[in-house]
């Protein structure tokens, strides 16, 4: 059974950085696209950035674009989201899923159940 487990969230102040992993078991992820999402409270989930089995395509949403980065590290069956110069704004609970990228009607779509998540918040 294809599962991902996220990790890494913290408290952290605006302006610094943090690095979360999603890390799959079960199944072997390189032939996932993966997707980061977010949830803040009262909000839907919201799409961050994708990324392809291969790594050669990618995507970020607007709000994260030029602050985070996605990779993966296909031997160890993990993908990474690199977010720097955080802001408060980004606080939610993150979450990694397989995706279609693209998607029917949005640039990045997940699919299957979500994990429990990792918590980030950025505050001073």
């Known amino acids: 059974q294809l599962q991902f487990v996220e990790s890494g969230g913290t408290v952290v102040k605006p302006g610094e950085s943090l690095r979360l992993s999603c890390a799959a078991s079960g199944v072997t992820s390189e032939y996932y696209n993966i997707g980061w999402f977010r949830q803040a409270p009262g909000k839907e989930h919201e799409g961050v950035s994708c990324i392809k089995s291969n790594a050669r395509n990618t995507y970020y949403s607007n709000s994260v674009k030029g602050r985070f980065t996605i990779s993966r590290d296909n031997a160890k069956n993990t993908v990474y989201l690199q977010m720097n110069s955080l802001k408060p704004e980004d606080t939610a609970v993150y979450y990694c899923?397989?995706?279609?990228?693209?998607?029917?009607?949005?640039?990045?779509?997940?699919?299957?159940?979500w994990g429990q998540g990792t918590q980030v918040t950025v505050s001073s």
């Open positions: 899923a397989p995706v279609r990228l693209p998607g029917y009607k949005e640039p990045c779509e997940p699919y299957g159940s």
